[in-house]
């Protein structure tokens, strides 16, 4: 029987976890798939070569929805926008959100002659990034069908805590003199961001936005604060001697690379609550 929805998560993954349960502390009506059907969520996978219909025969109508998972394949994007619609054309017109990755700036340099420069959504990004060309394909299909697209910086909340990451990432002093900034946003304000698009859709068609949690962190900063005792923070007082730091965080203009992210907050009416990384994940 077919059924309807306020949102349907195509991809029912770590972002799930923190919108699910805001979706229902709003009462927004959702549904959600998995390619193998956990938790009471919808079997789906999406095969990016095919152009069959029957997947998505088995999904509800939704005034929304949010696609997870990255999509790399010339084509994919419409033609998962099409097979959607194609079978759910008695529904009313449905909007699209792809969640990327801010990645797609990282290819170019945040630093030119002149000085320091900041990247925002407006900034020029890699447009032979697959994930980027996909994205670009999607925007496309506005204002006609309206879609957005959410980048996103580093994801933490739940089991993604920055403190398991600083071992990885420096695992000795010259692997951590190398590192800058860091730009990052928990999966609380993914989550407030992506219904705050669910429930304005004509702010965000056919736009690409940058999402961060409007901080530039530093590497060293938090390698000392989150590091392993006697290694990062030890290492992190000998650069900062070594290069004539005088405090922490170092600076964007310092560490380079910075993104800027204000359009959206601003746009939205919204503050990220999770601006700053504390224990409590």
Not at 134 to 146: D, G, N, R, S
């Amino acid at each position: 029987m077919a059924w309807t929805v306020d949102i349907l998560i195509l991809g029912a993954g770590w972002t799930s976890t923190f919108l699910i349960p805001l979706c229902e502390a709003r009462d927004i009506t959702y549904a959600a798939t998995s390619r193998t059907g956990r938790d009471g969520t919808i079997v789906f996978e999406f095969d990016p070569h095919s152009t069959s219909p029957r997947p998505f025969q088995l999904l509800p109508s939704a005034q929304t929805v949010l696609i997870t998972f990255p999509i790399k394949v010339a084509g994919a994007s419409e033609r998962l926008v099409k097979l959607y619609q194609q079978t759910h054309g008695e529904s009313p017109k449905t909007a699209f959100v792809q969640l990327g990755s801010t990645g797609i700036w990282d290819g170019g340099p945040t630093l030119r002659p002149e000085g320091h420069v900041w990247t925002d959504r407006h900034s020029k990004f890699d447009e032979t990034n697959d994930r980027a060309k996909a994205e670009t394909e999607l925007l496309a299909l506005a204002p006609e069908v309206p879609t957005t697209v959410l980048d996103l910086c580093g994801l933490w909340g739940g089991p993604r805590h920055f403190k398991n990451w600083i071992g990885r990432v420096a695992p000795s002093k010259d692997a951590l003199k190398q590192k800058g900034s860091i730009h990052l946003i928990h999966g609380l304000d993914v989550s407030r961001a992506i219904l705050a698009v669910h429930a304005n859709f004509n702010r965000a068609s056919g736009q690409r936005w940058l999402l961060t949690d409007l901080r530039v962190y530093d590497w060293w900063d938090l390698a000392s604060a989150w590091g392993e005792e006697g290694k990062q923070a030890r290492w992190v007082k000998e650069l900062v001697r070594e290069e004539g730091i005088r405090a922490l965080p170092r600076t964007p203009e310092v560490i380079g690379r910075a993104m800027d992210s204000r359009e959206f907050w601003e746009t939205f009416e919204l503050e990220p609550v999770r601006g700053r990384i504390g224990e409590n994940p």
